[in-house]
Nanobody, 119 residues
Framework: QVQLVESGGGLVQAGGSLRLSCAAS????????MGWSRQAPGKQRELVAV???????DYADSVNGRFTISRDTSKNTVYLQMNSLKPEDTTVYFC?????????????WGQGTQVTVSS
């Protein structure tokens, strides 16, 4: 089972920036994709950004143009650069990895990191 550890959350004023990090316990080059999701209380988890094994990225409309997902394969780490933060971005952010094929396909999740944006 792949272990994921997030860091970088915190408190920031509206309009500010934060960078989240997600360190994986093994080479991320073998993963199908990695992503960042968030889940506000009482709401479903929302996938906000994803990066595939080919380096292709995609974003939710709510963060497109403000958030950037990237990776450093030498550090087995994926990042989420969050700019122009809004109070509605406040929630817990989770990193996930999709790996394996067919019957062996799996998904791992980190423990989450809190992001709080004050108005």
């Amino acid at each position: 089972q792949v272990q994921l550890v997030e860091s970088g959350g915190g408190l920031v004023q509206a309009g500010g920036s934060l960078r989240l990090s997600c360190a994986a316990s093994e080479s991320i080059l073998s993963f199908n994709a990695m992503g960042w999701s968030r889940q506000a209380p009482g709401k479903q988890r929302e996938l906000v950004a994803v990066i595939t094994s080919d380096g292709i990225t995609d974003y939710a409309d709510s963060v497109n143009g403000r958030f950037t997902i990237s990776r450093d394969t030498s550090k087995n780490t994926v990042y989420l650069q969050m700019n122009s933060l809004k109070p509605e971005d406040t929630t817990v952010y989770f990193c996930n990895a999709d790996y394996g094929l067919g019957h062996s396909r799996r998904s791992s999740w980190g423990q989450g990191t809190q992001v709080t944006v004050s108005s």
